[in-house]
Antibody, heavy 120, light 108 residues
Framework: EVQLVESGGGLVQPGRSLRLSCAAS????????MHWVRQAPGKGLEWVSG????????GYADSVKGRFTISRDNAKNSLYLQMNSLRPEDTAFYYC?????????????WGQGTLVTVSS | EIVMTQSPATLSVSPGERATLSCRAS??????LAWYQQKPGQAPRLLIY???TRATGIPARFSGSGSGTEFTLTISSLQSEDFVVYYC??????????FGQGTKLEIK
């Protein structure tokens, strides 16, 4: 069974940093692209960032480009999102999502999310 | 950025009837379109990819159609658990995947 477990969320002040982690199990992690998708409370979904299997290709939404960095450690079956210069509009549930394959672009499995709240 | 527009925002349908949800892209996305279902307090679940292919384990009452800029998700014979929120997503443009704003399906 595929499991994706996010961690690292919490309350942070504007301008500060936070690092999210996603622990993957139940599948061969290195065979799949991975993504972060966020959802502000009561709002819709927003793709944030994606990374291919060997970290050779990464992508970001314009709203986070230059502030967020996605990375992965295939040896640890883990995905990360380093979030710098956080803004109140970054407040959201952040979901780790597994691609169908290598950057096919749609998300076949999701974690339960971790809440990031940016507020002073 | 490719803008995805879903209509209507809220759709009222009676159980057992058919629901038709629409999704429009601001430019052609070919068949690179997925649909997700999200229940309250849960992560989204993939229903359809490639505009019309059901994901594993998705009941046959869910079907997708369309290509280019116009897409439809049809749910035939609505069950009580189907009255939740649905999102479309284009994955034509990497790195710039975008979602629609969602359609809430409510009981009439």
């Amino acid at each position: 069974e595929v499991q994706l477990v996010e961690s690292g969320g919490g309350l942070v002040q504007p301008g500060r940093s936070l690092r999210l982690s996603c622990a993957a199990s139940g599948f061969t992690f290195e065979d799949y692209a991975m993504h972060w998708v966020r959802q502000a409370p009561g709002k819709g979904l927003e793709w944030v960032s994606g990374i291919n299997w060997n970290s050779g290709s990464t992508g970001y939404a314009d709203s986070v480009k230059g502030r967020f960095t996605i990375s992965r450690d295939n040896a640890k079956n883990s995905l990360y999102l380093q979030m710098n210069s956080l803004r109140p509009e970054d407040t959201a549930f952040y979901y780790c999502a597994k691609d169908m394959s290598s950057l096919s672009g749609y998300f076949i499995d999701w974690g339960q999310g971790t809440l990031v709240t940016v507020s002073s | 950025e490719i803008v995805m527009t879903q209509s209507p925002a809220t759709l009222s349908v009676s159980p057992g009837e058919r629901a038709t949800l629409s999704c429009r892209a601001s430019q052609s996305v070919s068949s690179n379109l997925a649909w997700y279902q999200q229940k309250p307090g849960q992560a989204p679940r993939l229903l359809i990819y490639g505009a019309s292919t059901r994901a594993t384990g998705i009941p046959a009452r869910f079907s997708g159609s369309g290509s280019g800029t116009e897409f439809t998700l049809t749910i035939s014979s609505l069950q009580s658990e189907d009255f939740v929120v649905y999102y479309c997503q284009q994955y034509y443009n990497w790195p710039g995947y975008t979602f629609g704003q969602g359609t809430k399906l409510e009981i009439k």
